[in-house]
């Protein structure tokens, strides 16, 4: 028997933590318990629409208690790119405050004029005029981006159109590939750990999606767990070529571990 040693954790937050505005059972406990044990975490979301505090709000409001500075989001990790990249840089965005805050926060300044970059995020009302500046400034040379590459998002009256749908729509009419920050680039879970002075070899990443969350800690190096509260279900884990190093039902099920640092592989 191997016993490995988890000292942070990463985690998804939809389908792990809640389902809409409803927390999962055994989120609040499993939160309270890295918290109690001054367990490294951060909870991951390819959302860009909102901020830290919005997320935290929102988190608080389903009984689970999740400080701003453990949230990273798409935005943050896109904001943190492209300021090591093209330092004090500028760009054209299509999204809301979650990144345009967190652009601004890394000193980028926002323009229609010759950006560094186009960066095309979430947004609920997707403006035809701004897809068509966006793809003007691409065709004239601005470097593309796009916080993540989701094609569609959940509401409360079923899916919408999300970034990546977007995404493809640009690149038709540009012939221009975005480059995605958020997952599966592990891109965003090496800026995580950077974050929170993680280590791949004692870190894991709890998520819902074997696509996305499982794929990205693996490339990244880092233990896996899929939780089968969410999108992917058990019988479909052996359709993918890679695989997470333990399935569980819930994050109730991790509890334990969280506590003690310790899970059998």
């Known amino acids: ?23 999962l059972p055994g989120a609040a406990e499993f939160i309270d318990t ?26 608080e409001r389903s009984g689970i208690d999740v400080p701003e500075e453990n949230i990273w989001t798409s935005a943050l990790a896109t904001a943190d790119f492209v300021s090591r990249t093209i330092p004090n840089g500028s760009a054209y965005v299509i999204g809301e405050a979650g990144l345009t805050t967190a652009l601004h926060e ?16 979430e947004t609920r009302t997707y403006s035809f005029e701004a ?10 040379g601005a470097r593309f981006l ?36 958020g997952k599966p680039n592990p891109i965003m879970f090496r ?3 950077n974050r929170v002075g993680g280590h791949s070899e004692t870190t894991a990443m709890i998520g819902d999606r074997m696509a996305t969350d499982v794929i990205a800690g693996v490339e990244a190096g880092l233990n896996t767990f899929l939780v089968l509260s969410g999108i992917t279900k058990r019988d479909e884990v052996e359709t993918f070529p890679f695989r997470p190093d333990w399935v569980v039902d819930g994050i109730k099920d991790l509890i334990t571990v ?3 640092g310790e899970v059998e592989l």
């Open 1 to 23: 028997m191997t016993v490995k040693k988890i000292e942070t954790w990463l985690t998804d937050m939809d389908g792990v933590l809640v389902h809409e505005n409803t927390a």
């Open 34 to 59: 890295l918290k109690s044990n001054n367990r490294r975490f951060l909870v991951l979301t390819n959302n860009p629409i909102y901020t830290p505090r919005d997320l935290a709000a929102r988190l």
């Open 106 to 121: 890394a000193g980028y300044v926002l323009s229609d004029s010759k950006p560094d970059y186009v960066i095309l995020g």
């Open 131 to 140: 897809i068509t500046t966006a793809i003007r400034l691409i065709l004239g």
């Open 146 to 181: 796009c916080t993540n590459p989701d094609p569609t998002g959940p509401s409360e009256h079923g899916v919408l159109p999300a970034a990546g749908s977007v995404a493809a729509l640009v690149t038709k009419a540009t012939g221009r590939e975005p480059y995605f920050v």
């Open 191 to 193: 800026t995580a750990l």
């Open 258 to 260: 969280a506590q003690t």
